[in-house]
Structure formats: structure tokens, C-alpha cells
């Protein structure tokens, strides 16, 4: 596996992302309880939120994944997004982040229309202070009697902005999205509750796991509507996708499920048989690398009714075979051969 294809997996198995759910703890009303993995908070970002990422810090640096690709700070396996909220607020990700949470709004805001909510043991004024006075060109203002960091950010960019919506929860992202969870935080709005279609994928996400990603209609219908073939000949219509949800882990494998709902039963074959064309083409490049098979069989694509299930069980010992990785000891050391 070259470094680039490692570097776009460990982006996938932390959700995209670059860059990275879930919040502390408050006392709520009903009406803001949790739904599924999305925190009491999470139900205040903007209502026109199309897909939402989760991510457990704790379980990904506990894992091997970390302890193999990421422990390096300029490592592989490191989410981009980890250096770049350290560089913006002081903070130690692996040390003094407990979870992460990313909303994706609609197309209109354009790719940098989303938010980001991060949870921890934060020491609120130690960090307010290391905002004011490490970060250049930061300035502050006041909304909704909440303190909001602004970024210069580069040409061309919409002006970042970071601010606590309590003391275990900092928010980040485009001033406006910013502004406007904290808008309906401290209103005690929750505009996530008006998208039923995400809130029922958010309650079907299994619970305590190291990554997940759900995404409605709204956002997949600007899926391209064709890939090229297995073969590189030719085109394949996809057949649409209503909704998707991704749930990852990472001890004691890399384990990652995808389940897609088309718009009926035979669509929802069509899909499956298109994701087993590609797999099977893995299996025949098998010949000059023989790793490629055991990728290839680590994969499993099921039907249920207008539901497609992937399934990705791959073994670390997979991953060093096919990044040329010598094995890791006990002691994360390379063994000797």
C-alpha cells in the first residue's frame, strides 16, 4: 500500500475527515435528550444539517491502529484534523479531547458550511487564554453573551470562529454556523429534531463505536449518477441511494459496516451486485499480489429488503502486508526476521 493509499484509508476510517463527535454532559429538558450517539448538544446545530460524523478519541488512540499509524505526530494514521484544532486552541487531542462530532449543512454554505463540536476535560480559562494570546490574528466579540474566537483565515475562505457552549463543549466552524448553534443553544432550540429522516438513521447507529457517519436524501443525491466500469470500459449507473450509515472499530481489526437503503428491492441488488463486481475484480489481480485476495474476501455484501449491507473485517497483519509494514512486537517495536 503506498503512503498516499494509507493516508486515504486512515482519512476514511476516521470519517473524511481530516478533521473531527460527541459532547459533555449537561442537564437537559426532554425535548434535548440524546438521539442514539448525538449528545443533548449536537440537537442545537443548524437545522439544515445533511450528514453527521462521530468520533470516541479514547477508543481510536486506544487502538492499534493508533498505536501502529498514528502515535507519530506526523504520522499516517493521524486525522489531519487533530493538528489543526491543535494550532487553533492549544489543545492536545489525544490528551484532552474524549469526543468529536462534525455537521455537513447543505450545499449552498459550500464545503467549509459545517460544524464542528469537540468535548473534553478542558480547563476553560487556561484555553481561553491560550486562544487570546498563542493563536495570531485572533480576535473576539460577543453573541448571545458567548465569547466568539475569530480566525483570519486565507483569501477566499469565510472567517472561522471557535466558542464554548459550556465548559466541557467547544464549538467550531464558519462564524455563522457557530453563531447560529449558539443561537439555538442558548435558546434552548433544537432544530436537529425537524430532520426525522437523520434522526431515525442517528437512532440506528450501534452504540460504542469507535466511528460513524449517517447522511440522508438530501446530501446523496449529489452522488454522481454513474462510475466507471470494473474494467475501465464503459460507465455504471448507480442506482439512487436513499439514506447511509457507517459504524467503525478498530480493536482488534480494522471493522467497518455500511448499510445503504435504495429506493427498492431491486435497486437495492443492483447496487450490491455493482460493489461484488468490484470485489471480485481484487480477487482476479490476486495472481501478482496475493494480498489482494485476502482484502477481497475480507469484505461481504448482504441484501436486506431495500437494504444493502458491506461489511470490512481486515487484520492488522493484512494492512502491514500490504503497506510493507513489518510487523509490530509487543513492546511496538518491529520484530526481527
Known sequence: MTRSRLVVLSALIVVGVGVVGALGALYFDPARAAVGPLPAEG?????????????????????????????????????????????????NPERDVDRILFAGR??????????????????????????ETETKGVTSKSHEGTTVYLFREEVGKKTGAAAFLDDDTLVLGPRESVEATITNYAGGKAPMR?????????????????????????VLSRLPLSIPGATGQG?????????????????????????????DGKAAQNLADIVR??????????????????????????????????????????????SGKRPMAANGAPESR
Open 43 to 91: 440537537l442545537a446545530l443548524p437545522g439544515d444539517t445533511q450528514f453527521v460524523m462521530g468520533f470516541d478519541v479514547h477508543r481510536f488512540v486506544a487502538s492499534p491502529f493508533y498505536q501502529r499509524f498514528g502515535k507519530d505526530r506526523q504520522g499516517q494514521g493521524r486525522p489531519p484534523g487533530f493538528t489543526e484544532l491543535e494550532e487553533k486552541t492549544g489543545l
Open 235 to 263: 460507465a455504471i449507473s448507480l442506482p439512487p441511494v436513499k439514506s447511509v450509515v457507517v459504524t467503525g472499530d478498530l480493536d482488534p481489526m480494522v471493522a467497518v459496516e455500511l448499510t445503504g437503503e435504495a429506493v
Open 194 to 218: 425537524s430532520n426525522a429522516a437523520l434522526v431515525a438513521l442517528l437512532e440506528s447507529v450501534k452504540p460504542g463505536s469507535t466511528f460513524w457517519a449517517v447522511g440522508d436524501q438530501s
Open 106 to 131: 447543505g450545499v449552498e454554505k459550500g464545503p467549509e458550511g459545517g460544524v464542528l463540536l469537540v468535548s473534553g476535560r478542558f480547563d476553560r480559562t487556561k484555553l481561553s487564554r491560550a486562544i
Open 277 to 322: 463486481g468490484f470485489v471480485a475484480l481484487a480477487s482476479l489481480q490476486a495472481s501478482q499480489r496475493p494480498e489482494l485476495k485476502e482484502l477481497a474476501s475480507a469484505v461481504s455484501v448482504t441484501t436486506d429488503a431495500a437494504r444493502v449491507h458491506v461489511n470490512l473485517r481486515v487484520p492488522y497483519e493484512l494492512i502491514d502486508s500490504l
